[in-house]
């Protein structure tokens, strides 16, 4: 799996050497290199902030259907990426390569990030930091990691940027806007593409924030 994959992604698989993870990981080389950079993130994520609580290691299990038998190979490699003397910005552009054309993908990597990191109801100054910077490698500048973060973190205007909308739009253009976003963001979509369980759940998420920012909206224009 290491030389599939190759790269800081591989070289801390190939670390793990006598350490069976080809039930957890092996599927699919993508399902592989999603899988693998979502544990090397969060730990370098756990590094920025200092400290892991229990809300977050629960968090991580929520996206992460990690069998009984496996915790030990998972332990064992979010350990080696904690103390792994390559970045995380090493990790988080192989991803960007990897799935260079499939921003939705890129976009789900960076849900579950926001997912672990706001599990103790405190997003760290250090987590911010660090998500927007991996959220910039993976292709998620501006108005576009803003739209991202919306979904995770309270700011005025939130409704707004959870839809990517202006809020000068039409009721008609909110509605269909709305819409379309729900429909490509559907949990069905997510599993068509091929990707683990850990993405798939995300999507759940990522449907019921932007059904409760056309909520809000609605309710601030009096729409049935």
Do not use: C
Not at 50 to 76: Q, Y
Not at 188 to 197: E, H, T, Y
């Amino acid at each position: 799996m290491g030389f599939a994959l190759g790269g800081p992604l591989g070289a801390l698989v190939g670390a793990l050497a006598g350490h069976a993870l080809d039930r957890l990981f092996a599927p699919a080389p993508k399902n592989a290199a999603f899988s693998i950079a979502l544990v090397a993130l969060l730990a370098k994520m756990a590094k920025a902030d200092g400290v892991v609580v229990e809300a977050e290691v629960t968090a991580f299990r929520e996206v992460f259907d990690i069998p009984a038998e496996d915790l030990a190979a998972v332990a064992r490699l979010y350990d080696l990426a904690k103390q792994d003397t390559a970045g995380f910005e090493a990790y988080a552009r192989q991803v960007a390569e990897l799935f260079a054309d499939e921003p939705d993908t890129r976009e789900d990597l960076l849900d579950a990030l926001f997912h672990v990191a706001k599990a103790d109801h405190a997003l760290h100054p250090a987590e911010l930091v660090f998500l927007a910077e991996v959220g910039r490698i993976l292709g998620f500048d501006g108005a576009a990691y803003e739209r991202i973060e919306a979904r995770h973190v309270r700011r005025p205007g939130d409704p707004y940027a959870v839809l990517d909308l202006d809020p000068g739009a039409g009721d008609a253009e909110v509605k269909a806007h709305w819409r379309a976003l729900v429909a490509a963001h559907h949990p069905d979509r997510i599993a068509g593409r091929g990707l683990p369980p850990a993405a798939i759940k995300l999507a759940n998420d990522r449907v019921a924030a932007l059904n409760a920012a056309y909520d809000a909206i609605a309710r601030q224009r009096g729409l049935s």
